[in-house]
């Protein structure tokens, strides 16, 4: 444990000006050419080994122990995002329109910090330690990505950690959560159909504008009625598309949206109660309605026999009291996917700090970090994998 404090703070410096780097170079979802580059070189130079799985962007590393063993896996995404920075400092992005906004240049910087420490202490390792260098989280591409190509294979991986920043905490305390911690991601795709005409006689029509509004406004009594106060769903419609012209009634109305829930067994009576309600719904007017219900993601649900594991790392680390009890997110994340084939852990890396006015929530255009943040998330990584690696 004192050899994982001491190399923290000799990293600390290399870690700060690689973050920075990344910061002023952010990359979007499926090109992040660039910092693929960088981590190769950084791994390369520390003499770690790279997997080569097939994929342009991206990069796995692995570190084999000095004994035969399992093998943890450690996840940091790289990508950023379509926003323009609004940040006045230093290491601001020099590509316009582009920003890492969710603190991906940190998961990075994090999971390479803590490559860099196991390999300092692989002579004491059993087993092997996996970094994955994950692209397009934002898209929700990036893990199914990998996970096609093989990555938690050869070797197999027998459990996996990862992290994301959060400014609801300061740098120094790491929010560990049992259970759910971010919500399962779904899409729902509506068509509703009536019959179009002149918008003098709707009398000789079937409205669908009038039926897909009446449908709207239905749809959030799932939430409200038919899902228990206690459980967390969340049912939006983000997208209606319907007609070109103000006199004419159109024939069709095309709506998106997204829904989010946290139970599984919820998740999957969620579909059914979305069609219950759009059928009739639009029924009532004559008009039908077509859906789409597409399971994006499953929801980050921690392993509940990782936590106290979890809560040992955090207060090692960063000491006694300082694993946070967190409020879950109705956002989701693609570390989902690594969890459905290896139990898994997530954690929130607090990064705030309030003096500094890092407060910005993600994806926000004055997103910001406390640096001081980066060995943390370093040592949580890294010895979370030690740990792991003596109980799997
Ligand atoms: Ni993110």
Not at 86 to 103: I, L
Not at 113 to 139: C, M
Not at 226 to 241: A, K
Request: a negative charge.
């Amino acid at each position: 444990m004192k050899r994982i404090q001491e190399l923290m703070k000799e990293l600390e410096p290399r870690l700060v000006e690689f973050r920075r780097d990344l910061h002023m170079h952010p990359e979007l979802s499926m090109k992040e050419f660039r910092t693929t580059e960088r981590v190769r070189e950084a791994l390369t130079e520390a003499g770690i080994e790279i997997l080569d799985l097939g994929t342009e962007v991206g990069v796995v590393g692995l570190i084999r122990g000095a004994t035969e063993g399992p093998t943890i896996a450690l996840r940091g995404d790289i990508d950023a995002l379509p926003i323009h920075e609004e940040n006045d400092v230093p290491y601001r992005s020099k590509t316009d329109g582009v920003m890492h906004a969710c603190g991906h240049d940190v998961h990075t910087t994090s999971l390479l910090g803590a490559g860099l420490i196991l390999n300092e202490l692989k002579e004491t390792l059993k087993g092997n330690v996996k970094l994955i260098f994950q692209p397009a989280e934002e898209i929700n591409e990036g893990a199914r990505l990998l996970i096609d190509h093989g990555v938690m294979e050869n070797p197999r991986v027998d459990a996996v950690f990862g992290l994301h920043t959060t400014p609801d905490y300061p740098a120094g305390q790491v929010a560990v959560k049992s259970g759910g911690l971010m919500a399962a991601v779904d899409t729902i795709r509506i068509e509703v159909k009536g019959v179009g005409g002149h918008g003098a006689i709707p009398d000789s029509t079937i409205d669908p504008v009038v039926a897909a509004c009446s449908m709207v406004s239905n749809l959030q009594s799932i939430v409200s009625r038919n899902i228990s106060p206690l459980d967390s769903v969340v049912v939006s419609i983000g997208t209606i598309n319907a007609g070109i012209a103000n006199n004419v009634i159109p024939e069709v109305v095309k709506l998106t949206g997204t829904a989010r829930s946290f139970e599984p067994s919820i998740r999957e009576k969620l579909p059914e109660m979305v069609k219950r309600v759009i059928d009739n719904s639009v029924q009532a007017f004559g008009a039908t309605a077509s859906l789409e219900y597409i399971y994006h993601l499953p929801p980050v649900y921690n392993n509940e026999s990782l936590v106290d594991l979890a809560t040992e790392v955090v207060e090692e680390i960063c000491g006694k009291g300082s694993a946070m009890d967190p409020r879950p997110s109705m956002g989701g994340e693609d570390f989902a996917l690594y969890m459905e084939k290896a139990p898994g852990f997530f954690y929130w890396l607090g990064t705030g700090n309030k003096e500094k006015g890092y407060t910005h929530k993600w994806h926000n255009p004055r997103y910001n970090t406390d640096e001081k943040a980066l060995p943390i998330g370093s040592g949580v990584l890294a010895l979370s994998a030690i740990k792991a690696l003596e109980r799997f």
